[in-house]
């Protein structure tokens, strides 16, 4: 009964280091998306994915990547780490192949880059 | 494009008083809302969610929210809080069949003994 798991809970990283943020999800969700968390700023959506071998650009989608080759699992991957990414981020999921019926979220992955 | 819109962003109330936050959405056309607390150093969690149907939608812990279309509103009501309530709110929306959810800025909800 596991939900929504993030690794790593922590990271720091040096500026222009690359990393992935793993989310995995058991309840075979449809739909899986990342969102980074500033404060002042609430969540902003990064990219999203509707089902397996599908994504999307959600609204602030620069320096990052993802994929999505299974319904488990859905990376985000940080290809040139800059100071402005410092953040903390969540993934979340959702039954239907859209947000409309609530988000299990993910406990957060609080990146610091240096 | 959907927007939500916070007005406050810091509440603080004492123990057992009534409490209401604020959201307003920009849609005009069929909307989804949100409402999500987070406490501290956790993920955020689905208060209730207002798809279709009654205006009045209830939720967990006792909180419920009013879907208002004539002045494009979703406030968070509880009558009576307590200080486990003490968290940050987060409001939420969506066009009808859009994949984008979009959330407010948050308001910090802090209940005082």
């Known amino acids: 009964n596991a939900g929504v798991t993030q690794t790593p809970k922590f990271q720091v990283l040096k500026t222009g280091q690359s990393m992935t943020l793993q989310c995995a999800q058991d309840m075979n969700h449809e739909y899986m998306s990342w969102y980074r968390q500033d404060p002042g700023m609430g969540l902003r959506l990064i990219h999203y994915?509707?089902?397996?071998?599908?994504?999307d650009q959600g609204e602030v989608p620069n320096g990052y990547n993802v994929s999505r080759s299974t319904t488990e699992d859905f990376p985000l991957r940080l290809l040139s780490a800059a100071p402005s990414q410092t953040s903390v981020y969540f993934c979340?999921?959702?039954?239907?192949?859209?947000?409309?019926?609530?988000?299990?979220f993910g406990s957060g992955t609080r990146l610091t880059v240096v | 494009a959907q927007s939500v819109t916070q007005l406050d962003s810091q509440v603080p109330v004492f123990e057992e008083a009534p409490v209401e936050l604020r959201c307003n959405y920009s849609s005009s056309v069929s909307v989804y809302l949100f409402w999500y607390v987070q406490y501290p150093n956790q993920g955020l969690q689905l208060l209730l969610k207002?798809?279709?149907?009654?205006?009045l939608v209830k939720g967990i812990n006792g909180f419920e929210a009013e879907f208002n279309k004539s002045q494009t509103s979703f406030h968070l009501r509880k009558p009576s809080v307590h200080i486990s309530d003490t968290a940050e709110y987060f409001c939420a929306g969506t066009q009808g069949g859009s994949e984008k959810l979009v959330f407010g800025k948050g308001t910090k909800l802090t209940v005082n003994p």
């Open positions: 994915s509707v089902g397996a071998g599908i994504t």
């Open positions: 979340a999921s959702s039954a239907t192949g859209g947000p409309w019926y609530g988000y299990t």
């Open positions: 207002y798809l279709s149907g009654s205006t």
